[in-house]
């Protein structure tokens, strides 16, 4: 049965040509990302001061920076960052909006309203101030970073969530399962929560990009992931200040961040398209 | 209508209540007074001295009463002074930088609105055209891009190789002696990187939008009868069509005012504009915690003051918004 469901789901996603294109981006940085001991020309913190600000050559296929380090193998190990802020903080959302959720959902009454509340208060921060806030007071950690672009960045999911559990929960087979003597919890995670999930999905891969973007704005204020680590965001930064003398130190770390995200949003509508078709050119 | 207006307002304070809970309880539950912050650097300074301090700020007392003693003063329009050294109220820093922040966003916002709503309704009417395509590839790009870098190669291009735009603040050094019209020119000069650029992210978003609306509306039945009664399709798609999916959009451009003004933060560092962001930014960093608290909390009033202007107006178009 979830046999043919994923074939069903693959042969809708596949006619979707941008879609695709998405997927096959994510998979290479992934590739790309776990082959980074390999595939890095250099030593990402290597510094090398006989080669300081070089222009793209052959040696260096794009370049060095301040301390004549290799900007490829910069960018190639801090795709590893960049991912892994995306995906924990996502995770972390993820797991905060769709408990909220389902249980504002599935209990309905004063619950819903005291947790729908909650997600209307949080929608009216100017998140990022928030995010800027909170990180700055913190000291500026990749954890840290990761928690609260996470925190912050749920309420989306929870509403989708209690949307789709409103919707499913007076169906026959959640009745069944209640009528069975289930417990409120097995219903929930069990039999409402699967069958809800298919927006969030589509929702968190958005989620992804989004957060990468977040990370990179909080780099460029200085205060996102710290060097030495390197995240794109922060070898944008560094390059900023000697843009007019060395464009590609900012340039292809922004490049890459770019078709990173593009990559994501590409495979999330793919995916959303491919999950519903009656969502097809949804509202996005 | 006015029970409608009546009970969306009265919805706003506990939201607006539960928004200044929140942020006064992360700010003074962050490790590191401010006190500390001002002291850490000189031995000289005793431990009685750094209790005088936060005596005088009073932040040695509870967290609630402390909360208490600011919200009563926020009644009264006090958002308290600020801990830095000019020690001015923080009505007065934020209401010199309020404006500045609030034009370039309005701008941007009728850039936005001005551009991406044609681009969504020709994309949606001419579906899978080569503009409908064109536009698609610029939305995907345009939402991926990160503004801040795009911001850092015009400045590049644009001010420094070929020295058409200036890249900081908002006014020229020779500003004082210019005329009405010289003034206004150098001013708009100074705006279009910024204003372009903090457009940019929600143009694409909005072109989206607009287009996914159209689509859906031409679908509906009501489309079909005005077709069938044999309107031209000039009358039926930009008067019948267009007024159902221009609806959404209000709700959309409200809901777009926080990322605005968090935007703010970036463009204001870039380009050195004397804006809330750069303010909030700084205060952050030198845990101003009065100016932080008054940052967030004008925030929370222009978005909520932007949600409700779109709930209004959209339930003064739908009245079936009114009657639920």
């Given at each position: 049965?979830k ?8 042969r809708?996603?596949k006619?979707?040509?941008l879609?695709?294109?998405?997927a096959?981006?994510?998979?290479i ?10 595939l ?6 290597y510094i090398?001061?006989?080669?300081i ?9 794009l ?5 004549g ?6 960018i190639?190990?801090g795709g590893r ?7 924990v ?7 905060i ?10 209990y ?5 309203t ?10 009216c921060?100017p ?12 000291e500026?950690?990749?954890?840290n970073?990761?928690v609260?672009i996470g925190?912050t960045?749920w ?9 789709e ?7 026959d ?10 417990s409120h919890a097995?219903?929930?995670?069990r ?6 999930m298919a ?12 957060a990468?973007l977040?990370?990179s704005a ?5 205060i996102?992931?710290q060097p ?12 900023k ?7 590609w ?9 770019l ?15 491919a999950?519903?078709?009656w ?6 | 209508m006015?029970?409608?207006i009546?009970?969306r ?10 928004i ?6 992360v700010l003074h ?6 006190t500390e912050?001002?002291?850490m650097?000189q031995?000289k ?5 750094r209790?005088r301090?936060n ?21 009264r329009?006090?958002?308290g002074r600020?801990f830095?050294s ?8 934020i209401?010199?930088?309020l ?12 850039l936005i ?5 044609p ?5 949606a009417v ?14 995907f790009?345009?939402?991926a891009t990160?503004t801040f870098?795009l911001?850092l190669?015009?400045?590049l ?7 058409w ?11 004082e002696?210019?005329?009405?019209w ?5 001013l708009g000069?100074?705006?279009i990187?910024p204003?372009?650029l903090?457009?940019?992210?929600g143009?694409?978003?909005?072109s989206?939008y607009?287009?996914g ?9 009501y489309?079909?009868t005005?077709?069938?009664k044999g309107?031209p399709?000039k009358?039926?798609?930009?008067k019948h069509?267009?007024?159902n ?5 209000v ?5 777009s005012?926080?990322?605005?003004i968090?935007?703010?933060?970036i ?14 930014y700084?205060a ?5 915690y ?7 909390v004008?925030?929370a009033?222009l978005?909520?003051?932007?949600n ?8 003064l178009?739908d009245p079936?918004?009114?009657v639920?």
């Amino acid at each position: 049965m979830k046999r043919t469901l994923f074939r069903d789901f693959w042969r809708r996603f596949k006619r979707h040509r941008l879609g695709l294109i998405g997927a096959i981006i994510v998979f290479i940085l992934f590739a790309v990302s776990l082959a980074a001991p390999v595939l890095s020309p250099y030593d990402p913190s290597y510094i090398d001061i006989k080669s300081i600000l070089e222009p793209p050559s052959y040696e260096h296929p794009l370049g060095t920076d301040q301390l004549g380090r290799d900007v490829l193998s910069r960018i190639i190990w801090g795709g590893r960052i960049s991912l892994m802020v995306g995906f924990v903080a996502v995770g972390i959302a993820m797991v905060i909006g769709v408990f909220l959720g389902a249980v504002a959902g599935y209990y309905g009454g004063y619950v819903d309203t005291i947790i729908m509340r909650f997600v209307d208060i949080m929608l009216c921060f100017p998140t990022f101030f928030l995010i800027l806030a909170v990180v700055a007071l913190l000291e500026p950690s990749i954890w840290n970073i990761m928690v609260v672009i996470g925190a912050t960045g749920w309420m989306g999911m929870a509403r989708l969530i209690r949307a789709e559990i409103l919707s499913i929960k007076e169906r026959d087979y959640v009745l069944a399962a209640r009528a069975l003597g289930s417990s409120h919890a097995r219903i929930i995670w069990r039999h409402i929560v699967p069958n809800a999930m298919a927006p969030v999905l589509v929702a968190a891969t958005l989620g992804v990009a989004a957060a990468i973007l977040t990370e990179s704005a909080l780099s460029f204020l200085g205060i996102g992931v710290q060097p030495p680590t390197p995240s794109w965001g922060n070898i944008l930064t560094a390059g900023k200040d000697s843009i007019e003398v060395a464009w590609w130190l900012s340039f292809y770390p922004g490049m890459a961040i770019l078709i990173t995200v593009l990559g994501y949003n590409l495979l999330g509508e793919g995916i959303r398209d491919a999950i519903d078709p009656w969502l097809r050119e949804g509202r996005g | 209508m006015a029970a409608y207006i009546l009970k969306r307002l009265l919805l706003m304070i506990p939201i607006f209540l539960g928004i200044t809970v929140i942020s006064f309880a992360v700010l003074h539950l962050a490790p590191g007074a401010p006190t500390e912050m001002q002291t850490m650097m000189q031995p000289k300074v005793s431990l009685e001295a750094r209790a005088r301090l936060n005596a005088i700020y009073g932040l040695d007392k509870p967290l609630h009463i402390q909360y208490f003693d600011w919200l009563k003063r926020l009644v009264r329009f006090d958002f308290g002074r600020s801990f830095s050294s000019d020690n001015r109220p923080v009505q007065e820093k934020i209401m010199e930088r309020l404006p500045v922040t609030l034009f370039i966003n309005i701008l941007s916002l009728v850039l936005i609105l001005v551009v991406a709503v044609p681009i969504g309704i020709l994309s949606a009417v001419h579906r899978y055209s080569l503009f409908d395509k064109a536009t698609t590839l610029f939305v995907f790009v345009g939402f991926a891009t990160p503004t801040f870098w795009l911001a850092l190669l015009l400045m590049l291009v644009f001010g420094v190789h070929l020295d058409w735009l200036p890249i900081s603040g908002l006014k020229s050094l020779n500003y004082e002696y210019l005329g009405f019209w010289g003034k206004v020119v150098d001013l708009g000069r100074h705006l279009i990187l910024p204003v372009l650029l903090s457009a940019f992210g929600g143009l694409a978003g909005l072109s989206r939008y607009m287009r996914g609306n159209m689509l859906e509306v031409i679908r509906q039945d009501y489309i079909l009868t005005a077709r069938a009664k044999g309107l031209p399709e000039k009358v039926v798609i930009y008067k019948h069509a267009l007024r159902n999916a221009l609806l959404p959009v209000v709700t959309v451009l409200g809901l777009s005012i926080p990322g605005l003004i968090g935007g703010s933060v970036i463009f204001e560092s870039i380009f050195a504009i004397p804006g809330m962001g750069q303010l909030f930014y700084g205060a952050v960093m030198a845990r101003d915690y009065p100016v932080v608290m008054g940052e967030l909390v004008i925030g929370a009033v222009l978005t909520l003051t932007g949600n409700l202007v779109a709930d209004i107006s959209y339930a003064l178009v739908d009245p079936r918004i009114r009657v639920r």
